[in-house]
């Protein structure tokens, strides 16, 4: 995206990773916070500590609810579980960490 190197860069933060995305920031500062959060993530997957909010296959997901549906849980109880607004289970974007954990700790509660 074109945008035009302008009084609107002064006026962001920078230095973080929001404004090397969300802004196309490429000064030193935001391009190092990005470099330093793309190490952290990847040296975290490597390590099995993917980061909460990174975004995962939904396979996996799709098998964790399967196996509770399996077990006579409903769709509307683990979306209420995994604290959805609604009483369905939606996520055509991908879900993230954080979701898969949520369903984990649901299959060990509720299953053992
Ligand atoms: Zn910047």
């Known amino acids: ?4 190197r302008s009084l ?4 962001l933060i920078h230095g973080t990773r929001r404004t090397y995305q969300d802004d196309h920031c490429r000064c030193s500062s ?3 916070a990005n470099t330093a959060y793309t190490s952290d993530y990847r040296s975290g997957i490597r390590a099995g500590r993917p980061p909460l909010g990174a975004h995962v296959a939904n396979l996996d ?12 849980f409903s769709k509307a ?5 995994l604290g ?3 009483p ?4 055509g974007a991908g879900v993230t960490w954080r979701t898969v ?3 984990q700790r649901l299959e060990r509660e509720w299953t053992r």
């Not at 995206?1 to 035009?4: E, I, K, L």
């Open 88 to 91: 369905w289970l939606q996520y």
């Open 61 to 72: 997901v799709d098998r964790a609810i399967a196996r509770l549906v399996t077990e006579g």
């Open 77 to 81: 109880r683990i979306a209420r579980a």
């Open 101 to 103: 954990y949520r369903l």
């Open 1 to 4: 995206m074109d945008r035009p």
């Open 8 to 11: 609107e860069l002064d006026l």
């Open 84 to 86: 959805y607004h609604y």
């Open 30 to 32: 935001c391009t190092a």
